[in-house]
T-cell receptor, first 117, second 115 residues
Framework: AQKVTQAQTEISVVEKEDVTLDCVYETRDTTYYLFWYKQPPSGELVFLIRRNSFDEQNEISGRYSWNFQKSTSSFNFTITASQVVDSAVYFCALSLISNFGNEKLTFGTGTRLTIIP | DARVTQTPRHKVTEMGQEVTMRCQPILGHNTVFWYRQTMMQGLELLAYFRNRAPLDDSGMPKDRFSAEMPDATLATLKIQPSEPRDSAVYFC?????????????FGEGSWLTVV
């Protein structure tokens, strides 16, 4: 069985500060994807990133960056120079991959991020 | 701009009534998921389909919930009879085959309140 742990339930930072959201996962499979989703106050789930288990390269997209480390089973998410619009609940998730397509997503419990103006 | 479309967006119904939620997955996606989100349980998988065939519906209360894919462009989730504890946000999501992206996209959710 897979498990995703987001130990930080809530984080508050002042605008323009950097913030890192932690994600630790457990799986016995060698082929999987890791995801981050954002859920703003409006409620939808917005895809942010997908990372293949074979690709440990870190990724940067604007103010967002992701640090994937298989050695520690972690996939952490950093927001640089945070903005009020970043306030949301962020979910980390894991999906096994078969030859036929995506398998189900296992979600963490989410981290509620509040950016204080 | 491809997206997963869910209807209704909001539904208030009385206990005992039937509720049907519909989902149009992204064209070409072969895997469709139904998730439920509550404060207590977080995001939990109810069921998912591949090529319209159910793969796993173990998370779904069988006595009152049913999920189907009448065709590749429509997935339905039905609750009959509905109960107050079914109040939640129901998300549909769809994903591509391996080698074609493997990103899972979610709809905007159906917000259900059973009174």
């Amino acid at each position: 069985a897979q498990k995703v742990t987001q130990a930080q339930t809530e984080i508050s930072v002042v605008e323009k500060e950097d913030v890192t959201l932690d994600c630790v996962y457990e799986t016995r499979d060698t082929t999987y994807y890791l995801f981050w989703y954002k859920q703003p106050p409006s409620g939808e789930l917005v895809f942010l990133i997908r990372r293949n288990s074979f690709d440990e390269q870190n990724e940067i997209s604007g103010r967002y960056s992701w640090n994937f480390q298989k050695s520690t089973s972690s996939f952490n998410f950093t927001i640089t120079a945070s903005q009020v619009v970043d306030s949301a609940v962020y979910f980390c998730a894991l999906s096994l991959i078969s030859n036929f397509g995506n398998e189900k997503l296992t979600f963490g419990t989410g981290t509620r991020l509040t950016i204080i103006p | 701009d491809a997206r997963v479309t869910q209807t209704p967006r909001h539904k208030v119904t009385e206990m005992g009534q039937e509720v049907t939620m519909r989902c149009q997955p992204i064209l070409g996606h072969n895997t469709v998921f139904w998730y439920r989100q509550t404060m207590m349980q977080g995001l939990e998988l109810l069921a998912y389909f591949r090529n319209r065939a159910p793969l796993d519906d173990s998370g779904m209360p069988k006595d009152r919930f049913s999920a189907e894919m009448p065709d590749a462009t429509l997935a339905t989730l039905k609750i009959q009879p509905s109960e107050p504890r079914d109040s939640a946000v129901y998300f549909c999501a769809s994903g591509l085959r391996r080698g074609s992206g493997n990103t899972i996209y979610f709809g905007e959710g159906s917000w259900l309140t059973v009174v």
